[in-house]
């Protein structure tokens, strides 16, 4: 009879039987298992059913070794079995029932593999079911540390904040520039006296008050009545010196009034440059508290990211053995 032995060893995930790396001693196995006292046993058993004359002892099995000869093809993966006895039915016996028997044994061994590599695969769907269970117990105690619930949008609610703080900021520095600029021009208009006779501009506060219009309405009309009455009277005539007092009352009366506004929107300014310095301070310190904040958050929710990655690494690990195991169950 011929074999023809072929190194196909299972395997699954990376895991084999514990066969020879080589096929060339996996070849040389092959022929060793063909003369070995476990298939010589089978075999004699196997011919002592059909015609009992073999006797199932180790003085049987050695006589049936002296009845056997192996010799591999050159060049080939076959196998030459041949039975030697004192007739062709005899001898093709033998040489038939040590094949029947190899062929069982190397069934028997492939079987005898792919349970061991069921078993390692199972240990390891084992470890990460084990891996699984302890990941969880780290995400349970760290939802309870850290108060999460659900889909955790801490992170998201701070950047939020912190883009509504940053806004209310830039705002408030904003107006904190244009008051202390309308403090120092209010200011030097108060200390130079500029701005306070009736044909100078102040600022829009005063210009827009109604007593300052008023006033200036009233001085532009003595001004044209002053200018009429000097074409027609002396520069002495008492009506003349008349209007000009009325013009010189006026004139004090509306720089008295501006006076008065400027310096009510000094310290109308003041206190609202000193309220916003404090705002700004607090909006300062409150955006770099928000921001050490989210710093924290950020780093705990990575921190959480990565036990839930972990955890579904291990879960897609062990579901991978479980489609592989299934897979080489079948096709075994």
């Known amino acids: 009879a011929k074999v023809q032995v072929v190194m196909d060893q299972p395997q699954i995930g990376g895991i084999a039987s514990s066969a020879s790396g080589g096929s060339g001693d996996y070849f040389t196995t092959q022929c060793q298992l063909l003369q070995s006292r476990h298939v010589l046993a089978r075999t004699a058993e196997k011919l002592n059913a059909e015609s009992g004359r073999w006797q199932f002892t180790d003085e049987g099995i050695k006589e049936l070794q002296n009845h056997v000869k192996v010799k591999p093809i050159s060049g080939s993966r076959l196998i030459d079995i041949v039975g ?9 016996a033998i040489s038939n029932q040590l094949t029947a028997a190899f062929i069982e044994t190397s069934r028997e061994a492939r ?32 939802r309870q540390e850290h108060l999460i619930t659900g889909e955790d949008g801490s992170l998201g ?17 904003m107006r904190r520039l244009k008051l202390e600029s309308q403090k120092d021009t209010v200011g030097n208009l108060l200390t130079s006296g500029k701005g306070l006779s009736d044909d100078e501009i102040l600022v829009p506060e005063v210009n827009s008050n109604s007593r300052v219009v008023y006033l200036r309405e009233t001085l532009n009309r003595l001004l044209e009545e002053e200018s009429q009455l000097a074409c027609a009277y002396l520069p002495g005539h ?23 506004l400027l310096q009510a929107l000094q310290e109308s300014t003041l206190e609202e440059y000193a309220g ?12 770099k508290q928000q921001k050490s904040d989210g710093v924290r958050l950020t ?5 959480y990211r990565k036990l839930l990655e972990e955890r579904d690494m291990a879960q897609k690990f062990k579901s991978d053995c479980m489609v592989q195991l299934r897979q080489f169950s079948l096709r075994e």
Request: glycine letters at 4%.
């Open 84 to 92: 030697v006895a004192n007739s062709g039915p005899e001898a093709a």
């Open 111 to 142: 079987q005898a593999a792919n349970v061991r590599i069921a078993e390692r695969v199972q240990e390891q769907i084992r470890g990460y079911e084990a891996e699984i269970g302890q990941i969880e117990d780290q995400i349970e105690t760290f």
């Open 157 to 173: 609610s701070l950047e939020n904040r912190l883009e509504a703080i940053e806004k209310e900021l830039t705002d408030t520095q």
């Open 238 to 260: 008492q009506k003349l010196r008349n209007i000009r007092i009325q013009i010189a009352e006026c004139q004090a009366n509306l720089a008295d009034q501006k006076r008065k």
């Open 276 to 287: 916003t310095i404090k705002k700004e301070e607090s909006l300062a310190a409150m955006l």
């Open 299 to 303: 780093e705990q929710n990575q921190e």
